[in-house]
Structure formats: structure tokens, C-alpha cells
């Protein structure tokens, strides 16, 4: 018996397809716009590594970045619950959107909703 890998089940074209649509929300949601680059491109490229090695496929984003400190990494910005609530419905959109499903989606958005919740690093109202 093989073990399931998340990102083989997923899928490089659907991730990649997915983390594309995600930062396309992103640039138009009122609540994360503002602390993000007006181009996106690197951004995206960057997270497409990160999920793929968070989905347990190649080590992309380590190879070329380093250890991923992903909370560290977000201290730069105020990641506040209302940002995090959005982030979060941006990823549950492009996931709709390319019609990930089931089991896998149900595995994977659960532990979007705890790493996201772990980046928060300022309150609400707090501009
Ligand atoms: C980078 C916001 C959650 C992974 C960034 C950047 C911002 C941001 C503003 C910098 C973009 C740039 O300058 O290119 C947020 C907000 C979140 C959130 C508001 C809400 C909770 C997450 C989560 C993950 C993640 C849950 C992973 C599961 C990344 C990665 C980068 C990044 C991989 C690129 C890091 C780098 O530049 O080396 N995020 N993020 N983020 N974020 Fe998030």
C-alpha cells in the first residue's frame, strides 16, 4: 500500500491553477489588497512552491528560500482574524473554482485554517 501523497492526488496543474485564481481574489478583496505587492507574479510563483512542499511534494520553496518560517515571514504585515477570515475564503473560492473536493479538500482547507490562524499577529481595528 502506497501512502497518499496530498499533492500527487491534487495535482501540479490544479495547484498551480489554484494559487493563480487565489491571488486574483486577493487583488480585489478590500481587506488584503492593501498589504499586498500590486504584481502578484512572484508572490504566486513563491506560493506554488511553498504548497507544493506543504503538500508533501518537492522541497521547491526550501531549495531556493530557505527554512520556511512561515510566521516570521509574515511579521512584515498586519495579519489580523479579519485578514486571516479572508485569506481563508479566497483559498475556499479558487479551490471551488477548480473543483477540488471531497476528502483531500476537506484534509487540506483544515490545516489552511491552523497555519492561517497561526500567522495572525495583530488584532482587529488595529490599522
Ligand atoms: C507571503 C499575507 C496566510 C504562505 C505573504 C505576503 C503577505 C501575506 C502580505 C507577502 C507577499 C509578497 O510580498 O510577495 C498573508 C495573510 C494571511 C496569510 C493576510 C492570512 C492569514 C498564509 C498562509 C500561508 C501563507 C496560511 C501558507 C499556508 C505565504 C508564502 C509567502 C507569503 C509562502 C511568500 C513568502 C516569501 O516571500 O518568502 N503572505 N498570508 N500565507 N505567504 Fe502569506
Same mark, same amino acid.
Given at each position: ?23 486574483? &481574489? ?76 471531497? &476528502? ?24
Amino acid at each position: 500500500q502506497k501512502p497518499i501523497i496530498p499533492y500527487e492526488e491534487i495535482g501540479e496543474e490544479t495547484l498551480s491553477k489554484m494559487i493563480k485564481i487565489f491571488y486574483s &481574489k486577493v487583488a480585489k478583496n478590500p481587506k488584503l489588497k492593501p498589504i499586498f505587492p500590486d504584481d502578484l507574479t512572484e508572490t504566486a510563483r513563491k506560493q506554488i512552491q511553498f504548497q507544493t512542499q506543504y503538500l508533501g511534494g518537492p522541497n521547491l520553496f526550501t531549495e531556493e528560500h530557505g527554512h520556511p518560517m512561515m510566521r516570521a515571514r509574515h511579521m512584515p504585515f498586519k495579519i489580523t482574524p479579519e485578514r486571516a477570515q479572508a485569506w481563508l475564503e479566497c483559498m475556499a473560492e479558487a479551490m471551488d473554482e477548480v473543483g477540488l473536493d471531497g &476528502k483531500i479538500r476537506e484534509i487540506y482547507y483544515k490545516r489552511l485554517v491552523l497555519t492561517a490562524h497561526h500567522m495572525i499577529n495583530s488584532p482587529d481595528n488595529d490599522e
